[in-house]
């Protein structure tokens, strides 16, 4: 079974255009060299299991094409990952090849380099289930073997439900504003895919001029961002002047305060744009819900309405946003036996997420069930966090905070600096976005356990993802 998305373009239309250099390759092209990969993959007698080191580079695209074309499983993950944090996928997973871009990188037990692929030299058995396509982490990089399993039909769904509400066309021009290991940059780049657009490839961020002349020089239409995309282009004011082809701006990736959204509204009103706040989560391949843009005045600080396809309710007892659709993940993986594992959710998805829905059916997060926040668009168990931290700081850590700023109180540590910095390293964030507060005792509940309700309402950056 091919996917839909994956043959969309018309062979002769323009797929990928590397912002750098200005090389541009057709479907043809990529669909030609995604197969001169495929042909690099180990012959096992079984379906195989690899790992793609992404980067925004047209390689990494046309590896990811070959992954899905030649009906194996691939776990992406990103390129720049810490080094121990990969040891651990690849240790728990053992995968049978390896996919970098980069020719210099070696990995202990892989040999050979047949069009960028390595190949396991000693692969041991694997069960995969037959339907089972793509493997996303689910915790940022926490380097959480936590991975989300997901089929062709989960990522072809979520595909075309975008491109329906956005209303792409092969004229679409995105560029890729986010890592194509983030859930949300690997879904700009599939449901452009399946509208037979364009993509430009950069790695330049956005606030570098190289992205916004990129931008000007190849008429991009679109470009994606997480909350801290906006707030710093807003707070820079770069909007206000730059991005002139662009026609739609699209934010996902946690919450953005409604005075971002608000501004943004505004913004997009007076140049012509469409600001499509968005929700979703990797378990849901990962779009969830929008807010159309003509009822973003209307609607600040909503998630709006299911995808097309999808459908939003509300758990009576909890209040927990359930939402069912054809791009549910069949379930997690967190060892290797779970991959050959069957469709365990059967389209419904308990989010974690509180919400309430208004007299027009919108929706709104209220609260979280569980312990993670988003940095960055990423999301990141505090749990995971809290012990990887620990076991650098050698003392007892409690982790709380928000969606832009994640909090270590640590007891009787070292020197909260280097904490500070052990933990920007490890987790690549700046050093902006983690606080770290020492104390001679962590507040503790009852039963021993710290007390993160007491450390929210101590501190001024509250949040309910301090809470259970």
């Known amino acids: 079974m091919r996917m839909e998305f994956c043959q969309a373009g018309q062979p002769e239309a323009t797929a990928i255009i590397d912002a750098r250099s200005g090389k541009a390759w057709s479907y043809a092209d990529l669909r030609r060299d995604a197969a001169v990969i495929a042909s690099g993959l180990p012959r096992l007698g079984r379906k195989s299991l690899g790992l793609l080191l992404a980067q925004n580079r047209?390689?990494?695209?046309?590896?990811?094409?070959?992954?899905?074309?030649?009906?194996?499983?691939?776990?992406?993950?990103?390129?720049?990952?810490?080094?121990?944090?990969?040891?651990?996928?690849?240790?728990?997973?053992?995968?049978?090849?390896?996919?970098?871009a980069q020719p210099e990188i070696e990995f202990a037990g892989y040999r050979g380099r047949a069009a960028g692929v390595l190949e396991n030299a000693a692969p041991q058995d694997l069960q995969l289930h037959p339907e089972l396509a793509l493997l996303l982490n689910t915790s940022g990089s926490t380097g959480s073997p936590k991975l989300v399993r997901l089929t062709r039909a989960n990522l072809a769904a979520n595909a075309g439900s975008i491109a329906e509400y956005l209303q792409l066309t092969p004229a679409e021009r995105p560029i890729t504003s986010l890592p194509m290991a983030y859930s949300y940059g690997l879904s700009v780049i599939n449901s452009h895919w399946h509208a037979g657009a364009s993509i430009v490839l950069t790695g330049d961020g956005v606030l570098r001029r190289e992205f916004w002349e990129a931008v000007d020089r190849y008429g991009c239409t679109s470009f994606a961002g997480v909350p801290y995309t906006y707030q710093m282009l807003l707070q820079t004011g770069l909007l206000k002047t730059k991005g002139g082809p662009l026609k739609i701006l699209t934010q996902a990736g946690g919450r953005l305060d409604e005075r971002y959204v608000r501004q943004m509204y505004d913004l997009a009103a007076v140049r012509g744009w469409?600001?499509?706040?968005?929700?979703?989560?990797?378990?849901?391949?990962?779009?969830?819900?929008?807010?159309?843009?003509?009822?973003?005045?209307?609607?600040?600080?909503?998630?709006?309405v299911a995808i097309p396809g999808g459908s939003l309710t509300l758990d009576a007892d909890s209040g927990e946003?359930?939402?069912?659709?054809?791009?549910?993940?069949?379930?997690?993986?967190?060892?290797?036996?779970?991959?050959?594992?069957?469709?365990?959710?059967?389209?419904?998805?308990?989010?974690?997420?509180?919400?309430?829905?208004?007299?027009?059916?919108?929706?709104?997060?209220?609260?979280?069930?569980?312990?993670?926040?988003?940095?960055?668009?990423?999301?990141?168990?505090?749990?995971?966090?809290?012990?990887?931290?620990?076991?650098?700081?050698?003392?007892?850590?409690?982790?709380?905070?928000?969606?832009?700023?994640?909090?270590?109180?640590?007891?009787?540590?070292?020197?909260?600096?280097?904490?500070?910095?052990?933990?920007?390293?490890?987790?690549?964030?700046?050093?902006?976005?983690?606080?770290?507060?020492?104390?001679?005792?962590?507040?503790?509940?009852?039963?021993?356990?710290?007390?993160?309700?007491?450390?929210?309402?101590?501190?001024?950056?509250?949040?309910?993802?301090?809470?259970?």
Not at 69 to 79: F, G, K, N, Q
Not at 278 to 304: D, N
Not at 398 to 427: H, K, S, Y
């Open 58 to 100: 047209y390689e990494c695209l046309a590896a990811y094409m070959a992954a899905l074309e030649s009906d194996s499983a691939v776990i992406l993950l990103d390129a720049s990952l810490n080094t121990s944090l990969l040891q651990v996928f690849l240790d728990l997973y053992r995968p049978d090849w390896i996919f970098t």
């Open 274 to 304: 469409k600001f499509v706040v968005m929700y979703g989560q990797t378990e849901a391949s990962p779009r969830i819900s929008y807010v159309p843009f003509e009822r973003l005045g209307q609607k600040v600080g909503s998630i709006g």
């Open 321 to 468: 946003l359930i939402y069912r659709g054809p791009n549910v993940m069949m379930g997690y993986a967190e060892r290797r036996e779970d991959l050959a594992k069957g469709d365990e959710l059967k389209g419904e998805l308990r989010t974690g997420d509180l919400a309430r829905q208004d007299a027009d059916h919108y929706f709104y997060i209220t609260g979280r069930l569980k312990r993670f926040l988003k940095l960055f668009g990423k999301r990141f168990n505090l749990d995971e966090v809290e012990s990887i931290a620990g076991r650098r700081a050698e003392a007892a850590v409690a982790c709380f905070g928000r969606d832009d700023l994640l909090m270590l109180a640590v007891e009787n540590g070292p020197d909260p600096d280097a904490i500070g910095a052990a933990v920007c390293e490890t987790f690549d964030l700046p050093r902006t976005a983690v606080r770290v507060i020492p104390m001679k005792e962590l507040p503790r509940t009852p039963n021993g356990k710290p007390d993160y309700r007491r450390l929210a309402e101590t501190y001024p950056e509250r949040t309910l993802a301090a809470t259970r």
